[in-house]
């Protein structure tokens, strides 16, 4: 845990240039955003210390001892401190237009500070996708390593395929928590699909019902990429020449042109809260941006780089793949009233429940404020659901294949705002995982410190509805096959009206969510291919000499995974291409 002394920061003013100082303010790297991705960056640059470092990140460095406790840092809603919460646009094919509530990471660890903790890496064949797409480099053969390299997986027997030298703990879970999840697994293989330990596993079949590795310590805390990667005695070891500014809300980049191309000569930023007073910091070599598939974009739009009509003028570099391409694991589902005790709704109605499993947690590191959100991962492909929601078995590996659905069992109510319920709920999420459907990121106002107007723009593209009907009937079947397999408690609260097209539609279009897995706005492509690409396959921003992009707006094709693993896969990937550039010109 982190000692009560604080965290070692370093204030606006003396991060930015001052007349004073020819060295105070000028940096050989500056990243923007300490997120998941963020903190692996700043980590591996500032490994060399003769490399100066500035990390500027919005939001805080979140001390306290609730932040590690993995069921009360996942309750984000409503805690100003750990999440941006705001409205998304309108939504046309939901009912009433109604908007959703957007959440993104506040604070050092972004989304992984908040998450549910699950770490799922996706299959080979999502990376081999990118690779033939042009992305040369990104093939699942040529980043495993980069997965492998970050993580420290402590539980036993071990997995050739997992990394145990790495900062970050991943851990097998044990025992599944509640009993349902237990009747969950035996539904799903009853239904025609395997049960596998290690949904990690590359050989991984494409229809699988498989139990979630998570970021939880040993000693059963979080383990955010803010503590494994930046933690206080690594920040006070390197604090000469890393600084870590919290609080630090970015209004531009500066951005400049030589004889053939764009550089970024320094950053400006101001407070997050409080004064208005701009601050200024230059970079030597390179500026990456990590903060997020939704921040990163309006970085660039308030620095005139993007669409031409929807950049701050002036405009600095036409890009019309910026804040282009949103996707997300758009999230509805059914939901059946259980006994209070097989639901996390215990520890909200039961105040002594509430305290017995806080002593186990604290005691003896177990027990509800231990578990996380989601422990099975039902992965399948909506081709091989049949019309009447039964799998079709199938052994392909044809990329063609991949799961463009999940299904997840999680033991309380997913509905926004919660639909009334009187004991507990089990809910089965269902999840598209490859999205038609693609929505926008753009400017709101020109005030840095206002959150972006973002349409998902779900259900846009019609082909959705037909993956989703298919993944809410198989999860009507899994309902069914548990009532067998011995919940016999289980009784619908939610549920579509019947499993007709038009029943199924108008029940997404009730009951859709975000699943908070924001990507591609900043895509990895050729910046004139049809779906126009921002960075190149070294992540550096076109056009651009010193300007890269390391976070989850690079992703090309969406994979079927969460994507907290995959952020900091990149993040250790730009790290490599950025010292090995770094190598190259002191050799010439």
């Given at each position: 845990m982190f000692p009560f002394s604080g965290y070692p920061l370093t204030k606006l003013d003396a991060a930015s240039i001052s007349p004073a100082s020819s060295e105070q303010g000028h940096y050989d790297y500056i990243i923007v955003g300490g997120g998941t991705a963020g903190c692996v960056l700043v980590?591996?640059?500032?490994?060399?210390?003769?490399?100066k470092v500035l990390l500027l990140e919005r939001g805080n460095a979140?001390?306290?001892?609730?932040?590690?406790?993995?069921?009360?840092?996942?309750n984000f809603m409503g805690d100003e401190s750990a999440a941006y919460s705001w409205s998304s646009t309108p939504l046309e094919n939901l009912t009433d237009n109604r908007s959703l509530t957007l959440v993104t990471g506040k604070g050092?660890?972004?989304?992984?500070?908040?998450?549910?903790?699950?770490?799922?890496?996706?299959?080979?064949?999502?990376y081999d996708l990118w690779s033939a797409s042009g992305c040369k480099g990104w093939s699942y053969q040529e980043i495993e390593g980069y997965f492998m390299k970050s993580e420290n997986f402590v539980s036993t027997p071990e997995r050739k395929h997992h990394g145990t030298q790495g900062e970050w703990t991943v851990r097998d879970m044990g025992d599944l928590q509640f009993s349902l999840a237990r009747n969950c697994a035996e539904a799903c293989t009853s239904l025609g699909m395997p049960y596998t330990h290690d949904i990690n596993e590359p050989d991984t079949p494409f229809n699988v019902c498989g139990k979630l590795d998570c970021t939880i310590d040993l000693d059963g805390h979080r383990n955010s990429t803010f503590h494994a990667f930046l933690p206080p005695r690594l920040a006070s070891e390197r604090k000469y020449h890393l600084h870590i500014c919290a609080g630090a809300a970015v209004t531009a980049l500066d951005v400049e042109r030589d004889a053939d191309r764009s550089y970024v000569k320094g950053v400006s930023f101001r407070a997050a809260a409080g004064d208005a007073k701009v601050y200024y910091a230059r970079a030597r070599h390179e500026v990456i941006l990590c903060a997020g598939a939704i921040a990163t974009p309006q970085?660039?739009?308030?620095?005139?780089?993007?669409p031409r009509h929807k950049v701050k003028q002036p405009l600095k570099k036409e890009l019309t793949g910026v804040g282009e391409n949103l996707q997300d694991h758009m999230a509805t589902g059914i939901m059946y009233n259980v006994p209070r005790a097989d639901s996390l709704h215990i520890v909200q109605k039961s105040p002594m429940r509430a305290l017995l499993e806080l002593f186990r947690y604290i005691v003896k590191g177990e027990g509800l404020f231990l578990a996380p959100v989601a422990q099975l991962s039902i992965l399948v492909n909506s081709a091989?659901?049949?019309d009447s929601g039964y799998i079709i078995p199938s052994k392909s590996t044809d990329p063609a294949g991949l799961p463009d659905l999940e299904i997840k069992p999680i033991h309380f109510n997913i509905t926004e705002p919660p639909i009334p319920h009187k004991e507990g709920v089990l809910s089965i999420m269902v999840v598209l995982m490859r999205p038609s459907s693609r929505g926008t990121v753009a400017l709101a106002s020109e005030d840095p410190l206002e959150r972006p107007a973002c349409d998902l723009a779900y259900l846009s593209d019609p082909a959705d509805y037909a993956v989703i009907r298919k993944g809410i009937k198989l999860?009507?079947?899994?309902?069914?096959?548990?009532?067998?397999?011995?919940?016999?408690?289980?009784?619908d609260l939610y549920m579509p009206d019947s499993e007709s097209d038009a029943d199924l539609d108008a029940f997404v279009r009730n009951f859709t969510r975000t699943n908070y897995h924001y990507s591609s706005t900043c895509r990895m492509a050729p910046e004139n291919d049809p779906l126009p690409g921002v960075v190149d396959d070294e992540l550096r921003v076109h056009g651009f000499s010193n300007l890269r992009i390391a976070d989850c707006s690079i992703i090309p094709i969406m994979i079927s995974a969460h994507l907290q693993a995959s952020a900091v896969m990149i993040a250790e990937k730009c790290a490599d291409m950025i010292k090995a550039d770094r190598l190259l010109v002191a050799r010439e």
């Open positions: 980590n591996r640059l500032s490994e060399d210390p003769s490399v979140r001390l306290g001892w609730a932040t590690r406790v993995p069921l009360l840092s996942t050092l660890g972004g989304g992984s500070a908040i998450n549910s903790m699950n770490y799922t890496r996706g299959y080979p064949q999502d970085i660039l739009l308030l620095s005139g780089i993007g091989q659901i049949d999860a009507k079947r899994i309902g069914e096959k548990m009532r067998e397999h011995g919940a016999k408690n289980m009784t």
